[in-house]
Structures are given as structure tokens and as C-alpha cells.
């Protein structure tokens, strides 16, 4: 008996590879990396969104100052600032799909990202 179980530890000293076990524990770990990375991809593209938009609100709110500067009056509207003779933006933001309302009563404009 001893004879047939040291040629067993001697074929398998001679075996080059991975168990089955080892490769399932390695696919796991695997697997867990790559959930970690997607998650924290999306995050980040999630906070690019508000961060464009933040600049767009900024960009806006700089353009409206400087055509109460120039005209003494506030906009009726935001198409003023970008049509017109001398418009003051390139073309309409876009504020990451979010909502603009303005009301020419009060002179507001609510922008929701």
C-alpha cells in the first residue's frame, strides 16, 4: 500500500496546474473586481452630470448679469442670450436634461438639474 500511494504523490508532483477549486476561488475574485469597477464608474459619471450642469447654471447666471450690464434690464427670457444682435452665449444650454422655467412677472428663472 505504501508502494501504490508513493506513486500517486510522485504522478501527482509531476501534474503542472490548477485544481478546480483554485479556479473557481480565482473567477470569483474576479468577479468581485469587476463589480467593484463598474459601480464606482457609473458613480463617477453620475457626478459629472451635476457638475455640468453646476457649470451651466454658472455660465448662465455670468450671461445674465452681463446683459443687465449692457441693457439695464434683466432678459425677458434665456433665448435672448444667445439670439439677437449681440448674443452673449454660443447656444442654449443644455443643464444635464433638466428643466428651465422662467416667469417674466417677477423676473425668475428656476433651473432644475
Not at 455660465?59 to 443687465?68: G, P, R, S
Not at 428643466?99 to 417674466?104: G, H, L, Q
Amino acid at each position: 500500500r505504501d508502494t501504490m500511494h508513493r506513486k500517486f504523490e510522485e504522478l501527482r508532483a509531476k501534474q503542472a496546474g490548477f485544481t478546480l477549486v483554485e479556479l473557481l476561488i480565482v473567477i470569483t475574485i474576479l468577479g468581485v473586481l469587476a463589480a467593484i469597477v463598474v459601480f464606482s464608474v457609473r458613480g463617477i459619471n453620475d457626478q459629472s452630470g451635476t457638475t455640468a450642469c453646476a457649470s451651466d447654471v454658472a455660465t448662465v447666471d455670468a450671461a445674465v448679469e452681463a446683459y443687465y450690464a449692457s441693457n439695464g434690464a434683466y432678459p425677458a427670457n434665456l433665448a435672448s442670450l444667445w439670439s439677437g444682435a449681440s448674443p452673449l452665449l454660443k447656444s442654449s444650454p443644455t443643464f444635464n436634461g433638466g428643466a428651465v422655467v422662467s416667469n417674466s412677472v417677477s423676473g425668475t428663472i428656476t433651473i432644475t438639474c
